[in-house]
């Protein structure tokens, strides 16, 4: 793709199996250089999710002096609503429950480090090591980002490009019939994010529900290979695919993560929109909404732009990214 040297960057994030699948992606690319990668609650607690970023680095080579962190526990307001139902117990599809042939787990669980990093930590030595050069990515609540906005705004404003998914725009939510759940778990969060000044790209379910695939698809993906990081992509989504088929019906498992992150390694994969974009904090029923100005009237005559919104995606060119660098030589 476009890039001549590697774009810089740091992904937050509540893994979560399309956060793995994100990661697996953004390590497989040599578009991007991930030097940094931060946890914040939200899928799962957030404690869970550190664990759950180390047993998948674990398994991966992940870049040397890739700087890991931990962030935020709860969100500023709200209380923390989980979406494990979706993601299974362990947030990585039940992976604890697999078993090799002899009987041990085939995922074992791995130690923390003593001294673990914060999520602010690992942004500001970033930034101390890269300046302007970082884009930050963020697959989860928005937490850590409003956070830093109140106790690091320099760091936040050196970042060249935040892409963010989440979002509902003309499309419904998915935990609520308006919200999308990076959203709705810290709406107040999003919000300040949101009314800061930040180079913002949202990545919402309008394009991130065009990038799915069915159990039976993915299973092409996967069934030839035995690489373990292909392996680990049939194992952790069997779950997910309970929920998409059971609960949601269409029975697809969307790529709504890993889209976000191939905007960084391939822009042109998506259409974008300048729009003014705020969160509904204080709604009853519509909690976590994505509200964009898109009323037809004079530039001058409403709220200007605050983000890029993708408004629409090359869905084949992605899924064909996404296969090629998931489940190589499938
Ligand atoms: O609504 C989808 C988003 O919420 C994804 O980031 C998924 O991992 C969950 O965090
Ligand atoms: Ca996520």
Excluded at 13 to 30: F, K, Q, W
Excluded at 125 to 150: F, H, M, S
Excluded at 227 to 238: F, G, K, Q, Y
């Amino acid at each position: 793709m476009q890039n001549i040297s590697p774009t810089k960057v740091i992904i937050d994030t509540d893994p979560g199996v399309d956060d793995a699948l994100a990661i697996l992606l953004a390590l497989a690319s040599p578009e991007l250089d991930v030097v940094g990668i931060t946890t914040v609650c939200g899928n799962v607690p957030v404690g869970q999710g550190t664990k759950n970023l180390f047993r998948l680095l674990n398994l991966l080579n992940p870049p040397p002096g890739l700087l890991v962190g931990q962030g935020a526990a709860r969100p500023l307001e709200e209380a923390l609503e989980t979406a494990v139902h979706v993601h299974g117990s362990d947030g990585l599809g039940e992976l604890d429950a697999l078993l090799t042939a002899e009987g041990t787990m085939r995922y074992p669980s791995v130690r923390l480090p003593p001294l673990l990093s914060t999520a602010q930590d690992v942004w500001n030595e970033c930034v101390r090591r890269y300046q302007e050069d970082i884009t930050l990515i963020t697959l989860g609540p928005l937490t850590n980002v409003a956070v830093a906005l109140k106790v690091n705004p320099l760091t936040v404003q050196k970042f060249r490009s935040v892409i963010v998914m989440g979002g509902a725009i003309g499309v419904p939510g998915n935990v609520s019939p308006v919200a999308e759940f990076n959203m709705y778990v810290d709406p107040h969060a999003a919000h300040r994010v949101f009314q800061a000044v930040l180079p913002l790209t949202l990545v919402p379910l309008d394009v991130t529900t065009r990038v799915g695939v069915a159990r039976d698809a993915l299973k092409t993906w996967t069934a030839a290979s035995r690489d373990p990081r292909v392996r680990l992509v049939a194992d952790m989504t069997a779950k997910a695919f309970d929920f998409a088929e059971q609960v949601e019906g269409h029975g697809l498992l969307y790529f709504h993560d890993p889209t976000a992150v191939l905007a960084a390694i391939e822009s042109s994969l998506l259409k974008t929109e300048p729009l003014h974009v705020d969160v509904e904090v204080v709604g009853r029923v519509s909690r976590g909404a994505t509200v964009a100005d898109r009323r037809h009237r004079r530039a001058e005559e409403k709220a200007n732009p605050n983000m890029q919104v993708a408004v629409d995606i090359d869905a084949e060119r992605a899924l064909s990214i996404l296969r090629s660098r998931l489940c190589p030589w499938s």
